[in-house]
C-alpha cells in the first residue's frame, strides 16, 4: 500500500498562485508514478499532471503553461504549483499513486491510490 498525505490547500484570490504537498509513504518512492487530479463541484474528477518515477512531468491542457509538479525525492514529496489562479481551479485537488499508470490518459479510475485531498477555494 501507498499512503498518501495532501496539505496546503485554503482559499487564494484569483491571479494567485497555490502549492500543494503530498508525502507518500508505504514503498519506495522510485517505484511509482505519481500525479495530481482536481474536482470542482458537480463535475467530474480530472487529472492536472504526472510525475514518473525518474520525476519526468506531464500537465493537462486546461493548466499547460501555469503548472509545475516536482518531486523531492529525499522527502518523499510532490508538489504541485499553479500560477494565474482563475475561480474555476477551485476545487478539491487529489494527489494519486500507481505502480503501473503513469498517464492522465487511463483517467482517475485506474489509479490505485488516493490522499484525502485538500481543498482550494479561488475568489475573484
Known amino acids: 500500500q501507498v499512503q498518501l498525505v495532501e496539505s496546503g490547500g485554503g482559499s487564494i484570490q484569483a491571479g494567485g498562485s497555490l502549492n500543494l504537498s503530498c508525502v507518500a509513504s508505504?514503498?519506495?518512492?522510485?517505484?511509482?508514478?505519481m500525479a495530481w487530479f482536481r474536482q470542482a463541484p458537480g463535475k467530474s474528477r480530472e487529472g492536472v499532471g504526472v510525475?514518473?518515477?525518474?520525476?519526468?512531468?506531464w500537465y493537462a491542457d486546461s493548466v499547460k503553461g501555469r503548472v509545475t509538479i516536482s518531486k523531492d525525492i529525499a522527502k518523499n514529496t510532490l508538489h504541485l504549483q499553479l500560477n494565474s489562479l482563475k475561480p474555476e481551479d477551485t476545487g478539491m485537488y487529489y494527489c494519486?499513486?500507481?505502480?503501473?499508470?503513469?498517464?492522465?490518459?487511463?483517467?482517475?479510475?485506474?489509479?490505485?491510490?488516493w490522499g484525502q485531498g485538500t481543498q482550494v477555494t479561488v475568489s475573484s
Open positions: 510525475s514518473d518515477s525518474v520525476g519526468s512531468t
Open positions: 494519486a499513486a500507481d505502480f503501473t499508470v503513469c498517464s492522465l490518459t487511463h483517467g482517475p479510475g485506474a489509479w490505485n491510490f
Open positions: 508505504g514503498w519506495s518512492y522510485s517505484t511509482y508514478c
